[in-house]
């Protein structure tokens, strides 16, 4: 199920057009290869951060599956996805990096309504969930 998310948001990120939100990146043949580097480096310090806030988010949508399923609660709650994305809403930056936070919050909608829906044992949080569990929340 990890994996799942993660192909789901890289596939997010991909069609996302990064050259539309972030004009003007070019740089000179000479210093393309240090750029390049530098900032995969940065995406790849990111992604990390990223990777360990969603596998504790996903821990969270767990807890909230296994407690709607003891109250015969259902799944689906557009009410809260709507909650969240009227925070997008509020951030002050440009329309299409709402637009670019909207559609990675349909994946990540998406990809917790599966985990709500009790494909937790494929999602296989094991010992990482408890390590999220001590003071990480």
Known sequence: MVERISVILVL???F????????????????FSTALRRLRKR???????LM??????ARA?????????KNAVPVADRE????????????GTGSGKR??????YGCIFRASREIEEGESSEYG?????????QGRD
Not at 16 to 31: C, Q, W
Not at 52 to 57: C, V, W
Not at 99 to 104: A, E, H, P, T, V
């Open 99 to 104: 637009d670019f936070l909207r559609r990675i």
């Open 12 to 14: 997010c990120f991909f």
């Open 43 to 49: 995406i790849d310090r990111l992604d990390g951060r």
């Open 16 to 31: 996302s057009s990064i050259e539309r939100l972030y004009p003007g990146i070019a740089v000179s043949r000479n210093e």
């Open 125 to 133: 949080l094991g010992s990482a969930g408890n390590e999220i569990d």
């Open 52 to 57: 360990r806030l969603l596998l504790q988010r």
């Open 80 to 91: 809260r996805e709507q909650e969240i994305l009227e925070r997008i809403e509020k951030i």
């Open 61 to 69: 949508v767990e807890r909230v599956g296994i407690l709607k399923n």
